[in-house]
């Protein structure tokens, strides 16, 4: 059974940056990870969970206007790791965040999230002004 796991999130102050993680486990050959695609998610208290950034089977990525130019999606293959770098932060970027896989993808994949099969628990991610 696959599991996404998150970790690295915490309590920063704006201008801040934290980097998040999203661990495979399960059943992760390689020919299965490769072919799906990746994204962020976050989800603020009474607002709508939405979108943050993707990244293709090919390491195409993609970002929400509100976070582009300060977060970075990458991914190693090699260790089936998803990675979220958030810098320049802002007290509008805390919100849970959270990590899903899909299959399969559009190019660039989807912001919908009923198009992810795998979704991690979430971490945190606090920004004080």
């Known amino acids: 059974q696959v599991q996404l796991v998150e970790s690295g999130g915490g309590s920063v102050q704006a201008g801040g940056s934290l980097r998040l993680s999203c661990a495979f486990s399960g059943y992760t050959s390689y020919s299965w990870y490769s072919r799906y695609c990746w994204g962020w998610f976050r989800q603020a208290p009474e607002?709508?969970?939405?979108?943050?950034?993707?990244?293709?089977?090919?390491?195409?990525?993609n970002y929400a206007n509100s976070v582009k130019g300060r977060f970075t999606i990458s991914k190693d293959n090699a260790k089936k790791i998803l990675y979220l770098q958030l810098s320049s932060l802002k007290p509008e970027d805390t919100a849970m965040y959270s990590c899903?896989?899909?299959?399969?993808?559009?190019?660039?994949?989807?912001?919908?999230?009923?198009?992810?099969?795998?979704w991690g628990q979430g971490t945190q991610v606090t920004v004080s002004s």
């Open positions: 899903a896989a899909g299959y399969p993808c559009g190019s660039p994949p989807s912001w919908a999230a009923d198009e992810y099969n795998y």
């Open positions: 607002k709508e969970r939405e979108g943050v950034a993707t990244i293709d089977r090919n390491g195409v990525t």
